[in-house]
């Protein structure tokens, strides 16, 4: 069967979407605004030893910016995402396009599936949303996670989809 990596598709597509000077407009009390290009998958995994232990979900990423990548889990893959409660995976030049909180999901997704399995024999199916645009282009507003004392992290205030 052919397939493609998601770590390779979403950055190519994020790419060609999203411009290559990223215009942050700085606001008050520390916000910045900036374009941003979120993505909808529906996440389908289940046992070889048994189909019933099975489990869907949904996976939501965002891009923004040259280098913010954050993603947040929602039970169904038609949940709207909450993305003030995102995980910033990265903000960092040299790791962002290898999305590497991919295989953290995908391996926490398989022990709680099928924990005596090996995580390569679990089927897994990665669809983006037939429902629902494959992504969407909005408007974020973001500022720093005053709990990282590293001054690295970001978080999400909000995010509006341009119509």
């Not at 979403?10 to 993505?39: Q, T, W």
């Not at 030893?49 to 099975?54: D, I, L």
């Not at 947040?72 to 893959?77: E, F, G, R």
């Not at 295989?103 to 099928?114: A, G, L, Q, R, V």
Request: charged share 30%; glycine share 2%.
């Amino acid at each position: 069967m052919l397939s493609m990596r998601l770590e390779q598709v979403l950055p190519a597509i994020r790419d060609m979407v999203l411009p290559v000077s990223h215009d942050v407009k700085f606001l008050e009390n520390g916000l910045r605004e900036e374009k941003a290009l979120a993505f909808s998958l529906d996440i389908s995994m289940s046992s070889p030893n048994n189909y019933e232990n099975r489990k869907r979900f949904g996976l939501h990423i965002m891009f923004f910016g040259n280098t913010s990548v954050f993603y947040i889990l929602t039970k169904s893959p038609f949940d709207k995402p909450d993305w003030t409660k995102a995980i910033n995976a990265t903000n960092h030049n040299s790791c962002w396009r290898s999305m590497e909180f991919l295989s953290s999901i995908f391996f926490n997704n398989c022990k709680e599936i099928d924990d005596e399995a090996r995580p390569c024999d679990i089927d897994q199916s990665i669809y983006f949303s037939l429902l629902r645009d494959a992504w969407k282009i909005g408007t974020v507003q973001w500022k720093k996670d005053e709990t990282d004392k590293s001054n690295y992290k970001r978080k999400i205030v909000s995010f509006d989809i341009n119509k």
